[in-house]
């Protein structure tokens, strides 16, 4: 069964009216289906919200910055200062005797033990200066060489080494965080594209449920039109006015128009279910709801100049802003290598102070060694020791350093020429938005022009068919050619409106645009 609005003209129904209609329709036609609820109005503004918050896309997206700022984390570890310490007791004894294979060593008796702690602090400077704090503690006691021993000995020191060429204003380590960073701005850059490539398939995609439920009435408006239409020629037919020849044509038609409406109706829930997707609707059952929209496609065109959007979209394109990072981490790359074709040339130094104290006494005496004795001799630096130096290597070919750098200018050169592609797809892009834009008004003027001609051609056969001047056959075919053109004017508006967010996108400009706010933790 077919829902008719009541009306003798080809004109819309209320939203109201068509949703009981669209409603009942579907009841109709899926009769084992549940109850459909009341259509849930929605504004452009809601969904684009929505899908910033809860598209699953975008969400994944999401989460590249945060292993993008992980790994520069990770990179930067490693400066992390390391703290080492060992602490361990040695229990050892010697018989004492000749050794057979180095009889000029001493060889005595000992039973000593040992209690040793040696720490150390060491790690790297962003200059590329490495370096090692140290110190030791050592007691020892016990029996020696027939004498009773006890000893302290402690000792604290530094050493540095400093390239001076190869790894000196980069190294491998300097080179990753850097790359890391710009992974970081790309990751970020990334979130943004796309958030605006999926608020423009959002944007787009109300627009097209726009189109679908306006289509939708004026299909539906064409169908009431052609059912009064059906009941005056009966009328006629039953007077003897008309012959079964205006009637079957009539009812032909009639039945072409049911067959639209089936189509149009069908084309609201798959626009309805699209935007479900794109806004990551958590509905378990997506049919029980339909969507109808809040805003209708009523625009004021406006022009737009070609020169301004090019110089937004080469300036804000998120795209082309990562692929314009992508040549600044290969000149970093660049840089490495060509520094990596020079000899290693490091400094190196350290400075250190000990102190000890040492008793052997005949048994049964056993007199201590003083700790605070030696470690006084350290802080007073009583036996200091220095040393300063320089380490020079270099390999005799560089046949791998050489292959790097030249590989890392090759993709410094790709990087490039992926930003020079990118620019010019970017121009085009835009040239073809504005085309649209254009296009579009233009063809929306047009197809409202057509649409009062053919409202008025219309209205002027029915009087002539009144008048028994016409037939059946052009009043059908003029009341199709008013809602085709009717449907022209509707499908120019959603194409004009789709251009304009293409054009935004294109430009780099719609989150701006719509007052949106992307928001990166």
Same mark, same amino acid.
């Given at each position: ?411 410094? $050169?790709? #990087? *490039?020429?992926?930003?020079?592609? %990118?620019?010019?797809?970017? &121009? /085009? ?5 504005? =085309? ?46 008013? $809602?085709? #053109? *009717?449907?022209?004017?509707?499908? %120019?508006?959603?194409?004009? &409106? /789709? ?5 935004? =996108? ?16």
């Amino acid at each position: 069964m077919i829902f008719l609005l009541p009306g003798n003209g080809l004109k819309a129904p209320t939203a109201c009216g068509l949703w009981l209609v669209f409603a009942g329709f579907l009841l109709q036609t899926a009769c084992a289906q549940p109850v459909s609820r009341a259509p849930r109005s929605i504004t452009l503004q809601y969904v684009l919200n929505q899908a910033l918050l809860n598209n699953r896309t975008l969400q994944i997206e999401r989460i590249n910055p945060e292993i993008a700022r992980l790994t520069l984390a990770t990179a930067k570890g490693y400066y992390d200062p390391l703290f080492t310490t060992q602490a361990r007791h040695d229990n050892f004894s010697d018989p004492g005797g000749i050794d057979p294979v180095n009889p000029s060593s001493p060889n005595v008796g000992l039973a000593l033990r040992s209690d040793t702690v040696s720490p150390s602090l060491s790690g790297y400077l962003p200059s590329g200066l490495t370096y090692n704090f140290s110190g030791n503690y050592v007691h020892v006691n016990g029996f020696r060489n027939g004498l009773n021993v006890d000893s302290y000995r402690a000792g604290a020191g530094v050493s540095l080494q400093q390239p001076l060429l190869r790894n000196s204003w980069i190294d491998r380590p300097r080179w990753t965080i850097r790359v890391n960073k710009g992974e970081v701005k790309v990751s970020e850059l990334g979130v943004r594209f796309v958030a605006m490539d999926v608020l423009n398939r959002t944007g787009q995609a109300y627009y097209d449920l726009v189109f679908a439920w306006e289509s939708l009435e004026v299909q539906n408006a064409l169908l009431a039109t052609r059912e009064t239409f059906l009941q005056g020629i009966l009328k006629q037919v039953q007077l003897g006015r008309m012959t079964s020849r205006d009637e079957n044509l009539a009812r032909s038609q009639l039945g072409s128009v049911q067959i639209s409406v089936i189509a149009a109706s069908n084309l609201v829930a798959l626009a309805g279910n699209q935007i479900k997707g794109l806004i990551g609707s958590t509905t378990t059952n997506w049919t029980e709801e339909l969507l109808t929209p809040a805003d209708r496609s009523i625009l004021f065109p406006e022009k737009f100049d070609v020169a301004t959007s090019w110089s937004r979209g080469l300036t804000r394109r998120p795209d082309l802003l990562q692929l314009v990072q992508k040549v600044e981490n290969a000149e970093v790359s660049v840089n490495f290598r060509l520094n990596q074709l020079l000899p290693a040339f490091d400094l190196i130094g350290s400075y250190a102070r000990k102190g000890s104290s040492f008793l052997e006494v005949f048994p049964p005496d056993t007199l201590p060694a003083s700790s605070s004795t030696a470690f006084d001799e350290v802080r007073s630096g009583l036996f200091p020791s220095h040393m300063f130096g320089a380490i020079f290597s270099v390999p005799l070919s560089f046949s791998a350093e050489r292959a790097n750098y030249r590989a890392s200018k090759q993709q410094r $050169a790709q #990087a *490039q020429l992926l930003v020079k592609s %990118a620019e010019e797809t970017i &121009l /085009r892009e835009i040239s073809d938005a504005i =085309f649209n834009v254009d296009s579009s008004a233009a063809r929306i003027e047009a197809a409202s022009r057509a649409a009062q001609f053919a409202q008025e051609a219309l209205k002027g056969e029915l009087e002539k068919l009144q008048a028994g001047a016409s037939t059946v056959f052009f009043v059908l075919q003029l009341q199709s050619d008013l $809602a085709s #053109a *009717q449907t022209s004017e509707l499908l %120019a508006r959603r194409d004009y &409106l /789709r251009a304009v967010f293409q054009l935004q =996108f294109s430009e780099g400009t719609l989150l701006d645009q719509r007052g949106l706010v992307l928001e990166l933790k």
